[in-house]
């Protein structure tokens, strides 16, 4: 079954109006009224365009039918190369930040926030972990608007959404398994036996330059490609305050008493955020001693 939606176009609600003499004339919806004449700006009525219709299309579609399918598994045993965690830990991120917002503002109405990790770096041979990243913030706030009085305001919610940066170094205590030690790559240098005839006057001529020659250079040169430990992350809570930075009410316009301004926020956040510290590592499976049936544990 299907269902198809077909709004009708509106026109603007002041497409027409009447004019201070009582003759009706068309407005152009992008030039809107002329506050200072009580009345739009008149335009060609034959030429003011209308929007595009809404249209929605929707489809219920049936269920669709499945069963089961015998999966082929290795029961002979194997090696796999899969990750291995290292370590699980709990994080604790304190930030003090100031926000500035672009223009002065009455009252925060919501502040919507999630965390972002960039660099989440195990230096081994220290076990520091390296966490760098930010929080990124979304931040509602009211306006006074042009509509104001000592018993209410009435202005705009406008919206800044802003990075905060936060960084940190701490110690791992590896609970689940050390990772494997970074192999160090290898250099060496070898040379040829290279024999020559010199001459000269502290020299007979039988004598001869038994040496390596320098006129080459040879080198082997070993390098191992490790597997880096990387992280994951589980979960993270954030808890703050935020405070308005000198709150000052105008001086030139009547506001309800209590309504002040401002235009930056100090906050502080405690960051609880859970890492887990994995390393791919080859491992082997053992055989399985009976049979593998679909459906049915081992």
């Known amino acids: 079954m299907s269902w198809a ?31 200072r004449k009580g009345y739009g700006i008149p335009v060609d009525s034959a030429k003011v365009s209308k929007a595009k219709c809404v249209n929605v299309k929707a489809d219920t579609l049936a269920d669709c039918v499945n069963e089961p ?56 041979d220290t076990n520091m972990l390296f966490i760098k990243g930010f929080v990124r913030k979304n931040i509602d706030y009211s306006t006074k608007g042009c509509c104001f009085n000592k018993t209410g305001v009435c202005g705009d919610i406008r919206h800044c959404t802003v990075d905060v940066p936060v960084s940190c170094t701490t110690p791992v205590l590896f609970n689940g398994i050390e990772p494997l030690p970074p192999i160090s790559g290898t250099s060496e240098e070898f040379a040829y036996f290279k024999e020559q005839k010199i001459s ?28 880096m430990p990387y992280c994951e992350l589980i979960s993270s809570r954030i808890v703050e305050f935020n405070e308005y930075l000198n709150p000052t009410a105008p001086h030139s316009l009547v506001l309800p008493f209590e309504e002040k301004e401002f235009c930056s926020i100090e906050e502080k956040m405690v960051i609880f955020l859970t890492v887990k510290i994995l390393q791919n590592r080859q491992l082997a499976v053992p055989p399985l001693s009976s049979g593998f049936e679909c459906g049915k544990p081992v």
């Open 5 to 35: 939606y077909n709004f009708s176009c509106l026109k603007h609600p002041a497409a027409n109006t009447i004019k201070p003499d009582g003759k009706p004339f068309a407005i152009d919806p992008k030039k809107g009224f002329d506050l």
């Open 69 to 124: 399918v015998p999966i082929d598994a290795l029961l002979t045993g194997a090696v796999v190369k899969v990750p291995i965690v290292l370590a699980q830990l709990n994080l604790q991120i304190n930030v003090d930040a100031i926000i500035d917002l672009p223009e002065p503002a009455l009252e925060i109405k919501q502040v919507s926030k999630n965390l972002k990790i960039t660099q989440c770096l195990l230096l081994q």
């Open 200 to 227: 000269g006057p502290d020299f007979s001529e039988k004598s001869k330059l038994l040496s390596s020659d320098i006129t080459e250079f040879n080198q082997i040169s070993t390098e191992y490609y490790n597997e």
